[in-house]
């Protein structure tokens, strides 16, 4: 069965994980996705954090899967001239390099133009053009902490906090992705190619709305009455941060359950939603919470919140996160029991679902990865192994039209 990107030609001038992130996607719903590599060297994290001596990282598989690998010197004439050919053959250009890297190789946007005026040209930078901080490289932490992200995450007693997920790299990719699509999509319509471009700053920002909706709430009432700080607590005049808190109209914690002093992960996240306070208390054995106007409303709750979730875990003590899931459930109660990285590898319904998949690579042998987390009706996603460093030099020269003798001669010049 055909993919629905089959025959999108996408030159991957990616590295690290941001721009990795989004053209991995792309090649999964089939686009032929070619991952430009300095010769000798490639993407620097097929060497960071190995395991394996002499295979590639995880951080490189994980991030490129369903690609091919061409190696190319960009800043040899050779180089430039193969490049020039890919671009007029390409769809999309994705890159992510540092400001200004691009135009200084020779390939400014009016130029790509000039060579593929159907070219869409997207881009992840740490800042938006024009921004104060436009010069900066960036990686994910310091996306984080300029996109409004680290100074809401943690608790209020600590410092500013980044989170484990990949808000600044993987998210930004996801969005460029959106815009990349987009554009094709606009393609169809006008013919024409344009510039897409997303900051890792901007993209962090976006999943922080309601933070900044937070601050709007605070600088009118000096309070918010969903966080810990409220009414016991103190505000100052920005947003503070808030712990576990649920962050929108449900108040929620992570809890304790059995064996918390030993296990690190033996929580559950839950969530006193005002619609499930019945069925709460009737699941925690306090029927006569339901009706006593000390506890019956949201308002009549917050000043208590932290006795009844204290309460709640006095009751979780003596069952496992997945024992209390398991008669939470069926009061039908918002909850998660907390899962542990190994625990999320191992879990049936994750490898079911092809969230999680085993790949089979040439010199790393099995590893898991992340599948796709879209699933479609009339799509099947099939998940193949990263390629090595430029596995697929000869192929993509030989498909640009180059001769053997020529390609020959690419690698002695030493251009690929
Ligand atoms: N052939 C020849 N030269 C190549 C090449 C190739 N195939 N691929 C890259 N290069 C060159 C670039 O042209 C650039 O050269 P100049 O600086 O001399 O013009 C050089 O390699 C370095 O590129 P870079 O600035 O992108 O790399 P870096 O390691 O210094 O910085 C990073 C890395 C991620 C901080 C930077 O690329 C960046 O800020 N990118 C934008 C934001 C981003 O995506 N960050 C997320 C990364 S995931 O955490």
């Given at each position: 069965?055909?993919?629905?990107?089959?025959?999108?030609?996408?030159?991957?001038?990616?590295?690290?994980?941001?721009?990795?992130?989004?053209?991995?996607?792309?090649?999964?719903?089939?686009?032929?996705?070619?991952?430009?590599?300095?010769?000798?060297?490639g993407d620097v994290t097929r060497s960071q954090l190995r395991h394996v001596k002499d295979a590639d990282a995880l951080y490189f598989t994980m991030l490129n899967s369903n690609k091919r690998s061409l190696t190319l010197d960009t800043k040899t004439?050779?180089?430039?001239?193969?490049?020039?050919?890919?671009?007029?053959?390409?769809?999309?250009?994705?890159?992510?390099?540092?400001?200004?890297?691009?135009?200084?190789?020779?390939?400014?946007?009016?130029?790509?133009?000039?060579?593929?005026?159907g070219m869409i040209l997207a881009s992840v930078k740490g800042f938006s053009e024009g921004h104060a901080y436009e010069d900066l490289k960036v990686y994910e932490n310091v996306a984080q902490c300029a996109g409004g992200a680290a100074s809401t995450t943690g608790f209020w007693d600590g410092p500013p906090t980044v989170s484990a997920a990949a808000l600044g790299d993987s998210n930004t990719g996801m969005h460029l992705a959106i815009g990349i699509l987009t554009a094709l999509h606009q393609k169809t319509k006008n013919g024409k190619g344009?510039?897409?471009?997303?900051?890792?700053?901007?993209?962090?920002?976006?999943?922080?709305?309601?933070?900044?909706?937070?601050?709007?709430?605070?600088?009118?009432l000096g309070y918010l009455e969903e966080y810990p700080q409220y009414p016991h607590g103190e505000f100052s005049d920005v947003v503070p941060r808030g712990g576990n808190?649920?962050?929108?109209?449900?108040?929620?914690?992570?809890?304790?359950?059995?064996?918390?002093?030993?296990?690190?992960?033996?929580?559950?996240?839950?969530?006193?939603?005002?619609?499930?306070?019945?069925?709460?208390?009737?699941?925690?054995?306090?029927?006569?919470w339901i009706e006593d106007t000390a506890y019956n409303t949201a308002e009549a709750r917050q000043d208590k919140i932290f006795d009844i979730f204290a309460f709640?875990?006095?009751?979780?003590?003596?069952?496992?996160?997945?024992?209390?899931?398991?008669?939470?459930?069926?009061?039908?109660?918002?909850?998660?029991?907390?899962?542990?990285?190994?625990?999320?590898?191992?879990?049936?319904?994750?490898?079911k679902s092809g969230t999680v998949v085993e790949v089979d690579h040439p010199k790393l042998g099995k590893y898991l990865t992340v599948g796709s987390p879209i699933k479609f009706s009339d799509v099947t996603v099939e998940i193949t192994a990263s390629p090595l460093l430029g596995q697929h030099t000869n192929e993509v020269l030989a498909d640009l039209g180059y001769s053997q003798e020529e390609i020959v001669a690419?690698?002695?010049a030493k251009a690929v």
């Open positions: 069965m055909s993919k629905p990107l089959e025959g999108i030609k996408i030159i991957d001038f990616t590295h690290v994980q941001a721009g990795p992130a989004c053209t991995q996607l792309l090649a999964w719903f089939g686009a032929d996705v070619i991952k430009v590599e300095r010769p000798g060297a004439a050779q180089g430039k001239e193969v490049l020039t050919k890919l671009i007029k053959e390409s769809d999309v250009m994705v890159e992510n390099f540092g400001p200004g890297a691009l135009d200084r190789m020779g390939f400014t946007w009016e130029h790509i133009q000039e060579l593929n005026p344009q510039k897409v471009a997303v900051s890792m700053q901007d993209s962090v920002l976006n999943l922080c709305r309601v933070k900044l909706r937070d601050q709007q709430r605070l600088d009118a808190a649920g962050g929108g109209g449900q108040p929620g914690w992570v809890l304790k359950c059995k064996g918390w002093e030993t296990d690190p992960n033996a929580y559950i996240y839950f969530t006193i939603q005002g619609h499930a306070w019945a069925p709460i208390c009737k699941a925690l054995g306090k029927p006569e709640i875990e006095s009751w979780l003590a003596d069952k496992t996160k997945f024992e209390a899931i398991d008669i939470l459930r069926k009061f039908d109660i918002p909850c998660a029991p907390v899962l542990s990285m190994k625990e999320i590898a191992n879990d049936p319904s994750l490898r690419l690698h002695d």
